[in-house]
């Protein structure tokens, strides 16, 4: 739903979405996203069928590609193709707000809002990561939109595949809903 605003107690990132799926026949999710001042480096991770561009509205946006890592600022632009590994956070001192382009957007939003309300519900540890369980089964219904650099893909669908069904059996669920109102 455009101009929904999520935010993510445990990372401090706020996203709102500009243009969703819905809105763009599922070829874009436009998103504003702000993170505040010294938050943690995220898992590195690519998307294997999105490519994603970024635009850094205000602040600092330190990304790491391939191992290097470079520091964006105001006006920079980064375009990430499909199966790129990174990770981006902001390491400087004031909020960063950047213009984030997801293509297509397949459920990068439910995905968003998923991890968003986790980490509000306390089901993730302070740096807004889940456990293995709820991993396993987010993971695997997410396999399109995300997945984790290491250990290689097919480990983490042996594994997670394992899992999945214990996660499911305990009570887990894959996706967790922002409520509109």
């Known amino acids: 739903m455009s101009n929904t605003i999520i935010s993510n107690s445990r990372t401090g ?20 996203s702000g993170l505040g001042p010294k938050s943690k480096e995220p898992p590195a991770h690519y998307h294997p069928y999105q490519e994603e561009d970024f635009t850094v ?14 520091t964006l600022k105001k006006g920079d632009t980064l375009h990430i193709p499909p199966g790129k590994i990174h990770s981006m ?17 397949l459920e990068s939003e439910t995905l968003l809002e998923t991890f968003a309300v986790m980490a509000n519900n306390n089901q993730t540890n302070e740096d807004g990561i889940p456990g293995i369980l709820q991993i396993a089964v987010t993971a695997t219904r997410f396999s399109k939109e995300f997945r984790l650099a290491k250990p290689p893909y097919i480990i983490q669908r042996i594994v997670f595949g394992m899992l999945a069904p214990i996660s499911f059996i305990m009570g887990y669920k894959a996706v967790h809903k922002v409520h509109h109102y």
């Open 13 to 32: 990132q706020v996203i709102r979405f500009i243009q969703t799926a819905k809105d763009a026949n599922g070829a874009l999710l436009e998103m504003e």
């Open 57 to 70: 509205i205000s602040g600092e946006l330190t990304v790491k590609i391939d191992e290097q890592t470079v």
């Open 89 to 105: 956070w902001n390491r400087s001192e004031d909020t960063t707000v950047v213009n984030w382009k997801v293509r297509p957007a």
